[in-house]
């Protein structure tokens, strides 16, 4: 097993009388990158915050390297090793380039060159040294930034939403180009952002946060596929929830028919079932169980929403040769070896 | 854009930071000292006087001239403002750099060439006698005379910021406004005024408060307040110190309500914090036709605050050296005007930066203390502060040294200097020594290697300004300089009370001159600050 890059163990930090973090719990191993997702104000800044020594906590525990950096004594961030890429970026205006990412290797000067030089060539940009950041595209000071933060090998690296002041388009290419260079550097990173695309893409692990707590710490196709609770299944992706009960032979009944189980909630429980838009078929006839309310063109898809006769409205996304008027009657087929998630119902 | 907001917490202050600034401020507290000392020690007697005493009169003038001022300076820097940045006026940049020149002419100088003018036997009485036999002009001695002058030369306070605000408004507010049906003027009352009013309200302060303090302009014109009856009490003896002691405690008591009342303001137009990200360029008003009434305007003010004044000044400079006045006194004066003006301004700079350090970058009790304290130089007149130096120094090894003289000139102009490097800081986002931390740095490491050399603009700017503003100093060179220490502004005090009109001529012309160059630097750095945050909120 790969040795600690951090831990955090009850870790608690109140800004009066709110709870910023509460009670949080996770490790992260060497080499791996932790997605930090949740919206904002959940707490994932502070969290950030406190690893890097900007913050003290109010209970709890951090360890770095395996080293404890707030238990007894209170370590300085000058002193955690802990690189940070601020949203900003943060490059210090009066240094050149060079400067900037030499700025905290504390080595002999030729070592240090040689490592600015590694630097540079890690992320592309080795005839960059010279300019000012001022001098630099948005993307480019994001890498500049990067580099400057990985140059002393830092114990563990953190990206508080590094990419959220780029455009859209630029963003999903820096994004795979980032992940590409941590990667590489074998860095152990937590990631912080709001959008559940990026930490989905950036984490080998995604933790979900909401109102200072760790929620679910998962593989990325894990928090998808079974998140923990409703809030969960909501932040990442799109789901819809209908009313159901469990019946004996591993299926949940609803009104859109007996639907694939393999949880271990108990029989006859009155449950929440989650439904993604991409679980079903639709198709239209004369006395569906649906009626389309709703229809939304995405290019290569609609997106459909159907309303039931208990009210409640699922969306679905169809082909877009599937062409159905509003007001029109479907009938819904969810694939039967598909095993969906029950949640005990939160009205009860 | 400012980061005031992310002040932390969590690092202690240095100590270099920490130990500077407690003693500057005990310092500069020493004023405020005085003060309590003489009122403590002042008995019934003192009191009495002091309400037998014309008071009330003086204070009713000092008031006439402190609600007049701003009133009448807004009223020029208003459109002269707008249009030197939202128009199609003709050669905007030479007339903003024109209307804020008035800001190196002292008062005294001002007020000098308003005498010599405009006196009951002055220049444009005799232009009038011969052709028109006209022998008698209203008197400029007293109010009207002190309005106009302390206005010449203090409008400038408010044109600046009104032009930086007016430059940093969001044009898409306008441009909605222009949408929703209202025409250039009710956009202009309705969408722009309002966001105006933190920079008029701190423009206004600055301009009351120098009216509060002149001290040249009122008692070369004869119009007695607080500052000339503190300096004639001054010079009275026999409990003339007492009554002078008693007169400033008043003069503080209007300064600090002015400042309350400015920073009341100033918490309602918290909403109105100027918007992010308006790279983009307003369109600018055509003016058409009333362009010749706005180049009309612009010229009255420059010709009225700038050229009359100079000619006159070039005038009896010619005058006087035809008359066989010598030059030569003049250089030395003009040295030692130099001379100590360099010094206020490294030293009055060196003593800021922890202070500016301390309150844009730590909160905390002390910060807040410190802030409070460094205003005693905004609230307080040269004179207040001279004659209180002056109480503790008499009969020390101190008394009538260069080093008293500069440290009145700390205590006056050290809110300027912090103002001016603060302003640089709250530019620097905190992120930036955040990073450094997190690379390894001290606390006190990155505040060199980061904090300082970012704040070098500030530093240089609060430099020129503190070069400017002992330029032109009066009150404090007068009382605390050391025998036969004459500077340019003391040997023109000397001549124009005197009534040496033509010997005064010449040191006013170099002292205005001197003191165009750090002016210039000021534009040059203003104007560089604008375009560097565009170039920043274009990123």
């Known amino acids: ?348 | 854009m400012f980061y005031l907001e992310l002040k932390r917490k969590i690092d202690r202050v240095p100590l270099v930071v920490w130990v500077s600034s407690i003693l500057i401020t005990i310092l500069i507290a020493i004023p405020l000292v005085y003060l309590t000392i003489r009122t403590l020690g002042a008995g019934p007697e003192t009191w009495e006087l002091v309400f037998r005493f014309r008071t009330l009169e003086i204070a009713g003038r000092t008031l006439a001239l402190v609600i007049t001022v701003p009133l009448l300076s807004l009223g020029i820097s208003l459109p002269l403002a707008w249009l030197t940045t939202r128009t199609d006026l003709p050669f905007k940049r030479t007339w903003s750099v024109l209307t804020a020149l008035p800001l190196v002419i002292p008062s005294y100088i001002f007020a000098y060439v308003m005498i010599v003018a405009l006196s009951p036997r002055g220049m444009l009485q005799q232009a009038l006698a011969s052709p028109f036999g006209i022998e008698q002009i209203p008197s400029i001695y007293g109010f009207s005379g002190a309005l106009l002058s302390v206005t010449a030369v203090s409008y400038p306070y408010l044109l600046l910021p009104l032009q930086a605000s007016l430059r940093g408004i969001d044009p898409s507010l306008e441009e909605a406004s222009h949408s929703l049906g209202h025409g250039t003027f009710s956009t202009f009352k309705k969408v722009i005024l309002p966001q105006l009013r933190p920079a008029i309200a701190s423009g206004s302060l600055l301009i009351a408060l120098y009216s509060l303090r002149d001290f040249g302009a009122v008692s070369l014109l004869r119009y007695e307040t607080f500052t000339f009856a503190i300096y004639n009490q001054y010079l009275t003896p026999f409990g003339g110190r007492m009554i002078a002691a008693a007169l400033s405690m008043i003069l503080l008591f209007f300064a600090l309500s002015l400042m309350f009342a400015e920073s009341a303001t100033r918490s309602k137009a918290k909403f109105y914090g100027s918007a992010k990200g308006s790279s983009r360029k307003a369109d600018l008003v055509k003016l058409g036709r009333w362009r010749w009434p706005a180049l009309a305007f612009c010229g009255t003010v420059v010709i009225l605050f700038l050229v009359l004044p100079i000619s006159v000044l070039g005038y009896w400079a010619l005058r006087g050296i035809s008359a066989g006045e010598t030059v030569q006194v003049v250089w030395s004066s003009a040295v030692n005007s130099i001379q100590v003006s360099v010094m206020a301004a490294v030293i009055v700079v060196l003593a800021a930066l922890p202070i500016a350090i301390l309150t844009s970058r730590f909160s905390g009790r002390l910060s807040q203390v410190v802030e409070k304290f460094t205003y005693i130089g905004f609230a307080l007149p040269g004179i207040v502060i001279s004659l209180s130096i002056v109480f503790f120094a008499v009969g020390t090894f101190m008394y009538q040294t260069l080093g008293l003289l500069i440290f009145g000139y700390l205590i006056l102009f050290l809110p300027l200097a912090v103002g001016s490097i603060r302003n640089s800081l709250l530019q620097i986002n905190p992120s930036l020594e955040e990073a450094s931390r997190s690379l390894g740095r001290t606390a006190s490491q990155t505040m060199r290697s980061i904090t300082i050399p970012l704040s070098r603009n500030g530093m240089i700017s609060g430099a020129a300004l503190v070069f400017l503003v002992t330029m032109k100093e009066l009150q404090a060179t007068l009382i605390l300089s050391p025998r036969n220490f004459d500077t340019l502004a003391t040997s023109i005090w000397h001549a124009t009370s005197e009534a040496f009109f033509a010997r005064a001529a010449v040191p006013a012309l170099l002292l205005i001159l001197l003191s165009s160059i750090p002016m210039m630097i000021l534009l040059i750095f203003w104007h560089m600050r604008e375009n560097y945050e565009k170039i920043s909120s274009s990123l």
């Open chain 1, 1 to 348: 097993m790969k040795r600690s890059a951090v831990r955090c163990k009850n870790l608690t930090k109140k800004f009066g009388r709110n709870f910023a973090v509460r009670d949080v719990n996770f490790e992260l191993r060497e080499g791996n990158i932790l997605a930090l997702v949740g919206p904002s104000g959940c707490g994932k800044t502070t969290l950030l915050r406190l690893i890097s020594g900007f913050e003290s906590p109010n209970e709890g525990e951090i360890y770095i390297g395996g080293e404890p950096v707030v238990n007894s004594k209170f370590v300085p961030p000058e002193k955690r090793e802990v690189g940070i890429v601020f949203q900003n970026y943060a490059l210090f205006p009066h240094l050149n380039v060079q400067e900037n990412i030499a700025y905290g290797i504390s080595t002999k000067k030729e070592r240090r060159n040689k490592r600015v030089e590694e630097m540079l060539s890690l992320i592309g940009l080795e005839d960059y040294g010279s300019k000012m950041p001022h001098e630099l595209s948005g993307g480019e000071q994001q890498r500049v930034a990067l580099a400057r933060a990985l140059a002393p090998d830092p114990e563990i690296l953190l990206l508080d939403e590094p990419f959220s002041n780029l455009d859209a388009d630029l963003r999903t290419r820096i994004r795979s180009e980032v992940r590409g260079i941590l990667k590489k550097t074998d860095a152990s990173v937590i990631f912080v952002t709001h959008d559940q695309d990026e930490a989905l893409f950036m984490g080998d692990g995604v933790g979900v946060m909401d109102q200072g707590r760790i929620i679910q710490i998962d593989s990325p196709e894990d928090i998808f596929h079974f998140p923990k609770n409703p809030f969960v299944a909501n932040f990442i992706g799109t789901a819809d929830f209908i009313q159901g009960t469990i019946n004996d032979e591993d299926t949940v009944h609803t009104e859109i028919g007996d639907l694939s189980y393999h949880g271990n909630l108990p029989s006859n429980e009155t449950v929440e079932v989650m439904v993604r838009p991409d679980f079903m078929d639709v198709e239209q006839v004369e006395n569906g169980v649906g009626k389309v309310v709703d229809r939304i063109f995405r290019g290569m898809h609609y997106l459909y929403k159907i309303q039931l006769p208990s009210g409640a409205t699922l969306r679905t996304l169809q082909h877009h040769n599937k062409k159905y008027e509003i007001g029109s009657k479907v009938t819904i087929h969810l694939d039967p070896e598909h095993s969906v998630v029950c949640f005990q119902d939160r009205s009860h």
